[in-house]
């Protein structure tokens, strides 16, 4: 996958391929990433780039021109690619975005600043994503987290093949609980089914606890989900269970 990112600051986005599973993605070949400076395509001599809105207000506005030029040279660099602006008015970025974006042989991120970017060149843009109903300084953030999280779904950027599809919200659910050594730790061990070696036991058991988180802390995500009956069963287990055990 190629991946450009239009912004006003590329020494900072370009941080995200230098460490972590971007960076194993880019070693492994299947990630590239170009960080293309907006104030390139300014026509002012200070590489000026926005200016103040009509209409009147605060703030100030990127203009057009220059972020239409650097779309334009970032397609010409990577080809067919998805345009994504990173905004607080965009579609919330989930997992299932992640996923249909992983598929895609290009991205290109243009990452806002000031009031945003004239409404003008949105045109070119395919659709707008964000991290939530908040608002930082700018999209690159919201940028590099993008792509840390489309590359976890590269081939070969993981060191397990499942490690992706097992990640929360890949099946609508929460992650189940993880354990590692020691088996007893200041008194608390370890469940016995994660050592018992039977593996059709610890399936069930993970499915559950998945479930089980997702009803106690996003209750929100199962209303959108169709249980089967296994489903359905083992989560009025986990409830019973944790009725009985003074849980919620």
Same mark, same amino acid.
């Given at each position: 996958m190629?991946i ?14 230098r460490?972590g599973?971007?960076r ?13 400076? =907006?104030?390139? @395509? ?6 000026? =780039?926005?200016?103040?809105? @009509?209409?009147?207000?605060?703030g ?10 650097? =779309? ?11 345009? =994504? ?16 974006l992983?598929?895609?042989?290009g ?21 707008e ?5 908040f ?43 993880? @354990? ?53 069963r ?9 009725s ?5």
């Amino acid at each position: 996958m190629k991946i450009e990112i239009l912004t006003l600051f590329p020494e900072l986005v370009e941080q995200v391929v230098r460490f972590g599973i971007p960076r194993k993605a880019v070693e492994a070949g299947v990630l590239t990433l170009s960080a293309r400076d =907006i104030r390139d @395509y300014s026509p002012d001599r200070d590489r000026r =780039i926005d200016d103040r809105p @009509y209409g009147g207000g605060p703030g100030m506005v990127m203009e057009a021109e220059p972020l239409s030029q650097a =779309i334009d040279a970032a397609k010409a660099a990577i080809g067919p690619a998805t345009v =994504i602006a990173l905004s607080p008015q965009g579609e919330p970025l989930t997992q299932d975005w992640v996923r249909r974006l992983a598929r895609e042989p290009g991205l290109i991120l243009l990452c806002g600043r000031y009031e945003g970017p004239d409404e003008r060149v949105m045109e070119a843009v395919d659709v707008e994503l964000s991290l939530g109903d908040f608002v930082l300084s700018g999209g690159e953030l919201p940028a590099m987290a993008l792509v840390d999280a489309v590359s976890r779904w590269l081939p070969g950027a993981l060191g397990h093949e499942q490690s992706a599809p097992n990640d929360s919200f890949a099946a609508g659910l929460l992650d189940h609980p993880h @354990y590692t050594r020691p088996e007893h730790w200041r008194g608390a061990a370890v469940p016995e089914v994660l050592l018992s070696g039977d593996h059709a036991k610890v399936a069930r058991w993970r499915l559950k606890q998945a479930l089980g988180a997702t009803w106690l802390k996003r209750p929100d995500l199962l209303a959108g989900l169709e249980l089967n009956e296994e489903q359905t069963r083992l989560l009025r287990e986990f409830i019973a269970e944790a009725s009985v055990n003074g849980g919620t």
